[in-house]
T-cell receptor, first 111, second 114 residues
């Protein structure tokens, strides 16, 4: 069964550094999403992406975040200058036939 | 904020049916009811969804009341591996395909007892 995959599974970075989180959505899915979950808190929507542009974004998705689909398979989330409060699980999802399917997540730790 | 209300926790004996309730009294006519679950910090796992009719798949059954203001997720024979946080979410889809980002609440922590 096709799955959404994410790399890396874990990433540790220093405050102020740039990180790129990668996702490979399920083939033939057209809408892509990023969510985050701070430890012990709810899963929060960040951004949706369709046809090579942002479709919707939340208040969390500020200028330090960007998304890109650099080729036909990868979907990336870039955090330009990480802060301590960016430490969280980041989940990618893709949408097909009324349903969003989530990847396993990347655990980001900012020191 | 989430448009659904769920009990924060529930227990169920292994092998019995687990019935998880959800209230969504302000649901709109074009919004689906989705159920996901999350085991530890893994990615949310899709379980089932429905619009008006009851639905069943290999994982669960979804019972939606006629007025669509509440629903129940049924896991027919719960196992220890079903221990997880279960999220009930209402969301519309775009007419041409796609959907808004999902709004997760705190969900129900279902604990299956041996």
């Amino acid at each position: 069964e096709p799955e959404v995959t994410q790399t890396p599974s874990h990433q540790v970075t220093q405050m102020g550094q740039e990180v790129i989180l990668r996702c490979v959505p399920i083939s033939n899915h057209l809408y892509f999403y990023w969510y985050r979950q701070i430890l012990g808190q709810k899963v929060e929507f960040l951004v949706s992406f369709y046809n090579n542009e942002i479709s919707e974004k939340s208040e969390i998705f500020d200028d330090q975040f960007s998304v890109e689909r650099p080729d036909g398979s990868n979907f990336t989330l870039k955090i330009r200058s990480t802060k301590l409060e960016d430490s969280a699980m980041y989940f990618c999802a893709s949408w097909y036939q009324e349903t969003q399917y989530f990847g396993p997540g990347t655990r980001l730790l900012v020191l | 904020d989430a448009k659904t209300t769920q009990p924060p926790s529930m227990d169920c004996a292994e092998g019995r049916a687990a019935n998880l309730p959800c209230n969504h009294s302000t649901i709109s006519g074009n919004e689906y009811v989705y159920w996901y679950r999350q085991i530890h910090s893994q990615g949310p796992q899709y379980i089932i969804h429905g619009l008006k009719n009851n639905e069943t798949n290999e994982m669960a059954s979804l019972i939606i009341t006629e007025d669509r203001k509440s629903s129940t997720l049924i896991l027919p024979h719960a196992t220890l591996r079903d221990t997880a946080v279960y999220y009930c979410i209402v969301s519309a889809t775009y007419s041409g395909g796609g959907a808004d980002g999902l709004t997760f609440g705190k969900g129900t922590h279902l604990i299956i007892q041996p």
